[in-house]
């Protein structure tokens, strides 16, 4: 019997432990570059596009409902799902699309930057099978992401919240940066935003394969800009 001020539960340390994988996943402490990345928001405040928290709440719910919940979620599930099933051709079709899908040379370097650090990174914590999928994972980062996420049995549900959050965070973070804003501001965007990723993830991962496209011209604009902006602090 519980002594009073216990707390019971049915779940196992096995059970949480997918929870704990996918904290690690999304953590910007993460050693893959994350940090050094703004998406084109670098240029956008260049060109005045973006001036504070209110352009940059718009910046980043634009993207979120044209290019996370209708491209990299739905993505991520066919990855997930290729990983799942053991099919690397597989999961080098949706490679290639991801990779089609992305409008510059800077979001392209990224996914791929990305991609090979991740790989790494699998490889360094001894996941299992990671030597045999490192040639595809090492592509772009969203593979990486997909393959940790089942082979650590991160449900697609939560893999795919916890990678839009990701997303998110690092985005406000970099803008808190380049903006400036206050932190409290980037906080306050985050709370705000957060609230919409729900919904996106649901959206992705029903979305059919006919559904999967990018429409964010402001982005490529942006990035493509930033390649030639004279002074910058992130690489993209």
């Known amino acids: 019997?519980?002594?009073?001020?216990?707390?019971t539960t049915s779940m196992t340390t096995d059970d949480r432990l997918p929870l704990v994988r996918l904290m690690q996943l999304v953590s910007p402490s993460l050693p893959v570059g994350g940090f050094t990345y703004s998406q084109g928001i670098e240029r956008a405040v260049e060109d005045g596009w973006i001036s504070g928290a209110t352009d940059l709440?718009?910046?980043?719910?634009?993207?979120?409902?044209?290019?996370?919940?209708?491209f990299d979620l739905p993505i991520l599930a066919r990855l997930y799902k290729a990983v799942a099933d053991d099919r690397p051709e597989?999961?080098?079709?949706?490679?290639?699309?991801?990779?089609?899908?992305?409008?510059?040379?800077?979001l392209r370097l990224e996914e791929s930057n990305r991609g090979r650090a991740l790989a790494d990174l699998?490889?360094?914590l001894e996941v299992p099978e990671v030597d045999h999928w490192r040639k595809e994972l090492a592509r772009c980062q969203l593979a990486g992401f997909a393959f940790a996420a089942v082979r650590w049995r991160i449900p697609l549900t939560d893999a795919a919240l916890g990678y839009a959050w990701s997303w998110l965070e690092n985005l406000v973070l970099a803008a808190v940066k380049i903006i400036p804003l206050?932190?409290?501001?980037?906080?306050r965007i985050l709370q705000l935003l957060s609230r919409k990723l729900p919904a996106a993830v649901e959206h992705g991962l029903a979305c059919t394969d006919a559904g999967i496209g990018a429409s964010s011209p402001a982005l490529?604009?942006?990035s493509s800009r930033h390649e030639t902006q004279y002074t910058r602090l992130f690489r993209s």
């Open 1 to 7: 019997m519980p002594t009073a001020g216990t707390i």
């Open 57 to 70: 709440q718009a910046w980043l719910g634009d993207q979120l409902h044209h290019v996370i919940a209708v």
């Open 90 to 106: 597989t999961l080098e079709i949706w490679i290639d699309e991801l990779m089609a899908g992305r409008e510059s040379a800077e």
């Open 122 to 124: 699998l490889g360094g």
């Open 182 to 187: 206050g932190q409290t501001d980037g906080q």
């Open 220 to 222: 490529a604009i942006a």
